[in-house]
């Protein structure tokens, strides 16, 4: 019995690790690339705008508008 055992450890089949990497590998990492890539494009775009471009203006309150909340607020709109 134990000389069967010892024949069958030499006819152990090692298997070699692929060299290099595989194509899904390749894929998947061209693909995260680009990605970061991307994200790291746009917050850059982003703080560049956030410096150079000026605030947005903002449009102007109707006259009717401010004569419906002074009239709310108690006080007589003028020219009436």
Do not use: H
């Amino acid at each position: 019995m134990a000389e069967q055992f010892a024949e069958s450890a030499n006819n152990v089949i090692i298997e070699e690790a692929s060299k290099g990497l595989n194509p899904g590998m390749i894929v998947l990492l061209v693909v995260v690339s680009f990605l970061l890539l991307f994200f790291v494009g746009n917050y850059a775009l982003y703080l560049y705008a956030q410096r150079t471009i000026p605030p947005k203006k903002k449009k102007p309150v109707s006259k009717k508008k401010l004569k419906r909340e002074k009239l709310k607020q108690g006080v007589s709109a003028p020219g009436e």
